[in-house]
């Protein structure tokens, strides 16, 4: 059977995360839905969490990257012929909570729309009171500085002050939509990008193809994500270094 939308999960030793998510298990019961989720770390509960409610799972042999594991997941449904020709791909941390609800509204509206690139609205938490800063605008040579100071890298949008279906630069990967032909057409993920940063240049090789990114305001969804490249000098803030100047200096061109 082929799936209109195909949900592509990966997970860094997120069990708890995932098998917590009521909403996942409910979202995997819908016909024109398929998940998957590629297990990087090889949880044993996850894979039953996966085998009882119908979720293909797929394992790492090594610890790969987001965007790499990303990129496979796409191969794989190709090869295996699970994705509609015009279907979408939706990139979602594990981390990441959408209510049954609010995934309808957004499978409906993909399936009407004649664009071909979302992102919905996160939240820090599920009362919805306070937004994630996850639309921003991409960086620039000048905003290394911004790093060193420990402040924002580049500047984020003000969320109130867009309207629905507002286009912007880019968008966290936590959760973004994508049609599996266009994702494919500039090759997926650039796999230099181990951590960080994977999601900014996703988002530019599209645009400079005219894809544009547009935000859907109305569609809200929770991301709990941890920042670990706030912390100066940690692993996941050289991993964050490199990737701004991997970006800024070397980005590949469409």
Not at 9 to 21: K, W
Not at 87 to 96: A, K, M, R, S, T
Not at 141 to 159: A, G, S
Request: with cysteine; proline share 2%.
């Amino acid at each position: 059977m082929k799936y209109k939308f195909v949900m592509s999960i990966v997970s860094h030793g997120h069990y708890d995360f995932i098998a917590s998510n009521e909403s996942l298990k409910q979202i995997s019961k819908m016909s024109d839905v398929k998940i998957i989720i590629k297990d990087n770390l090889g949880q044993s509960e996850l894979y039953h969490f996966c085998k009882e409610n119908q979720i293909t799972y797929l394992k790492s042999k090594v610890c790969k990257g987001f965007g790499e594991n990303n990129n496979e997941i796409h191969r794989y449904l190709i090869d295996n012929n699970i994705i509609q020709s015009n279907g979408w791909i939706l990139l979602v941390n594990p981390d990441v909570f959408i209510e049954l609800d609010y995934f309808k509204m957004l499978t409906s509206y993909l399936a009407d729309t004649a664009n071909h690139f979302y992102t919905p609205n996160l939240f820090k938490l599920k009362n919805y009171e306070e937004y994630e800063n996850s639309l921003r605008h991409f960086p620039k040579l000048r905003d290394i500085i911004n790093l060193l100071l420990m402040k924002p890298v580049n500047k984020h949008y003000q969320k109130d002050s867009l309207e629905d279906g507002a286009i912007i630069d880019w968008a966290s990967g936590s959760f973004l939509c994508i049609r599996s032909a266009k994702f494919e057409s500039i090759g997926g993920f650039d796999e230099r990008f181990y951590m960080y940063f994977e999601d900014v240049d996703l988002c530019h090789r599209l645009k400079q193809v005219d894809i544009d990114l547009r935000f859907l305001k109305s569609i809200n969804a929770v991301h709990t994500g941890q920042y670990e490249n706030r912390k100066l000098f940690s692993k996941h803030f050289y991993w964050y270094l490199y990737s701004l100047l991997l970006f800024l200096f070397f980005k590949r061109k469409i």
